[in-house]
T-cell receptor
Framework: DAKTTQPNSMESNEEEPVHLPCNHS???????IHWYRQLPSQGPEYVIH???SNVNNRMASLAIAEDRKSSTLILHRATLRDAAVYYC???????????FGEGTQLTVNP | EAGVTQFPSHSVIEKGQTVTLRCDPI?????LYWYRRVMGKEIKFLLH????????ESGMPNNRFLAERTGGTYSTLKVQPAELEDSGVYFC?????????????FGSGTRLTVV
């Protein structure tokens, strides 16, 4: 499985934008970039995913570099409920599993 | 739509006993997955069902773990006999065909403590 690299932790203030980076230099052409988050005492929750183009949904935006070797999850206005561990995961079209790394622990300050 | 449901939410058993975890996927999701996080480690894949068939069970740690999905609906994961190192949180997830394209929905997990 292709590997991703994320900072261990990040901090943000409430109602400010948050940019969570992810490096995936060994990504293959058919790997999708998935983001999940895990709130305390809950299972992982789907956030967003994309292949080549930037993506937007009600939760977040995903900005993918032109060479696809990195991506950034953007939370436009962080809330206290966004405090969680965020995982950047590559999903291959031929595989079925998600390979979780350590993720980024996001702290949101009031 | 109802999400992925897991029972029980917590279980405390003694070493050597048997425990059965249950997962009810989202209705219509043929794909069902089991993952677990043991103390201090990352979330790890255990196995994948497509309907009632085991598609990939390469993540199952040993033969003390038995997963079933009779009828292609809910799934059970039995640990027999349980060992101390089995303590952790067990997650179930389900997806439509091609989860890598549509995303996976996880349950809240079962926290298993073996004492």
């Amino acid at each position: 499985d292709a590997k991703t690299t994320q900072p261990n932790s990040m901090e943000s203030n409430e109602e400010e934008p948050v940019h969570l980076p992810c490096n995936h230099s060994t990504i293959s052409g058919t790997d999708y970039i998935h983001w999940y988050r895990q709130l305390p005492s809950q299972g992982p929750e789907y956030v967003i995913h994309g292949l080549t183009s930037n993506v937007n949904n009600r939760m977040a935006s995903l900005a993918i570099a032109e060479d696809r070797k990195s991506s950034t999850l953007i939370l436009h206005r962080a809330t206290l409920r966004d405090a969680a561990v965020y995982y950047c995961i590559l999903g291959h079209t031929s595989g079925s599993r998600l390979t979780f790394g350590e993720g980024t622990q996001l702290t949101v300050n009031p | 739509e109802a999400g992925v449901t897991q029972f029980p939410s917590h279980s405390v058993i003694e070493k050597g006993q048997t425990v059965t975890l249950r997962c009810d996927p989202i209705s219509g999701h043929d794909n069902l997955y089991w993952y677990r996080r043991v103390m201090g480690k990352e979330i790890k894949f255990l196995l994948h069902f497509v309907k009632e068939s085991k598609q990939d069970e390469s993540g199952m740690p040993n033969n003390r773990f038995l997963a079933e999905r009779t009828g292609g609906t809910y799934s059970t994961l039995k640990v027999q006999p349980a060992e101390l190192e089995d303590s952790g949180v067990y997650f179930c997830a389900s997806s439509q065909e091609r989860g890598w394209l549509y995303g996976y929905t996880f349950g809240s997990g079962t926290r298993l403590t073996v004492v």
